[in-house]
């Protein structure tokens, strides 16, 4: 059996009418650097929009970033969507201002883990490039 060896591909976005991007931005940076392929559609983008490049870009990951309390509408949207699509194999996670418990619910409803402020950025790469490796996937 041949093992087909490719990057991880995330797309990074930032969901809603929030204006704040610099997280989003490192993130990416960070993304590059450990070598993923990253795609970051820009601010005010709407679920919608997040799938259906999330389709075109063929993702494995859909990295929110989301600043103005909306996370427990916009992340359970896009999940819906991805699973509608026949995407629910993608991976969602990303980082923001949420609270503990919104967190532990959202994990419920299956969304990954999320990465508040002052999280280093290796952190979110081995939590993806781990959730890669267990779903089955090999990344170069």
Same mark, same amino acid.
């Given at each position: 059996?041949?093992?087909?060896?490719?990057?991880?591909?995330?797309?990074?976005?930032?969901?809603? *009418?929030?204006?704040?991007?610099?997280?989003?931005?490192?993130?990416? #940076?960070?993304?590059?650097?450990?070598?993923?392929?990253?795609?970051?559609?820009? /601010?005010?983008?709407?679920?919608?929009?997040?799938?259906?490049?999330?389709?075109?870009?063929?993702?494995?990951?859909?990295? /929110? #970033?989301?600043?103005?309390?909306?996370?427990?509408?916009?992340?359970?949207?896009?999940?819906?969507? *991805?699973?509608?699509?026949?995407?629910?194999?993608?991976?969602?996670?990303?980082?923001?201002?949420?609270?503990?418990?919104?967190?532990?619910?959202?994990?419920?409803?299956?969304?990954?883990? /999320?990465?508040?402020?002052?999280?280093?950025?290796?952190?979110?790469?081995?939590?993806?490039?781990?959730?890669?490796? #267990?779903?089955?996937?090999?990344?170069?």
């Amino acid at each position: 059996m041949t093992t087909t060896h490719r990057r991880i591909r995330v797309l990074v976005a930032k969901p809603g *009418l929030d204006g704040h991007d610099r997280g989003a931005r490192v993130i990416v #940076s960070a993304f590059r650097d450990a070598g993923f392929e990253v795609v970051y559609t820009g /601010l005010h983008q709407t679920p919608e929009a997040i799938v259906e490049a999330a389709l075109q870009e063929d993702a494995d990951v859909v990295a /929110l #970033s989301i600043l103005s309390g909306a996370h427990m509408t916009l992340l359970p949207r896009v999940k819906a969507l *991805l699973d509608e699509a026949g995407l629910g194999d993608v991976l969602v996670t990303g980082g923001g201002i949420i609270p503990k418990e919104d967190a532990e619910a959202l994990h419920s409803a299956g969304i990954g883990r /999320l990465f508040g402020p002052g999280t280093r950025t290796g952190e979110a790469v081995a939590y993806i490039r781990n959730w890669f490796t #267990s779903s089955g996937r090999t990344a170069t």
